[in-house]
């Protein structure tokens, strides 16, 4: 059987000496027995559905011959909904007002320049989108 440990393991405080590091033990993983069963019943449950769309879309001008200019933008949407499942008492489907986002513009611009009939350089700016996390 073959046994892997982490090549750097997490440390913890050492309770000799305040301040003073001391390696964990390493962690063996593809080894069932090494986790321990822990005995008990559930006593919550709940799900989450994360829904996301969107539609994104791009102009390109060329103001000059060897360059072209992409302007775009995506309009997103977006829906993380909870619910209670067994062993809680089940709930309907909820959906807090930070949970939701309806058309959001993420613009984008770019620029492409041909250099040569088959080499082009490319660059472009985009924000990226950071969907609010879920509370519960």
Sequence with gaps: MLDLVRHH?????????????????????????????TPGAFTSGSETDLRQSGFHGQLRLRPIEPLTIVLGGRISDYTNRTRNIAPSVP???????????????T??????????????????????????RSTS
Excluded at 21 to 30: G, H, L, Y
């Design 91 to 105: 709930t309907p489907w909820t959906v807090t007002q930070n949970s939701r986002i309806r058309g959001k513009l």
């Design 9 to 37: 393991p997490p440390r913890s405080k050492s309770g000799n000496h305040p301040g003073e590091w001391a390696p964990r033990k390493a962690a063996v993983i593809f080894n069932p027995d090494a986790i321990p069963y």
């Design 107 to 132: 613009p984008s611009v770019g620029a492409v320049l041909h250099l040569a009939r088959n080499i082009t350089l490319y660059g472009s700016y985009s924000d990226i989108r950071r969907w609010p």
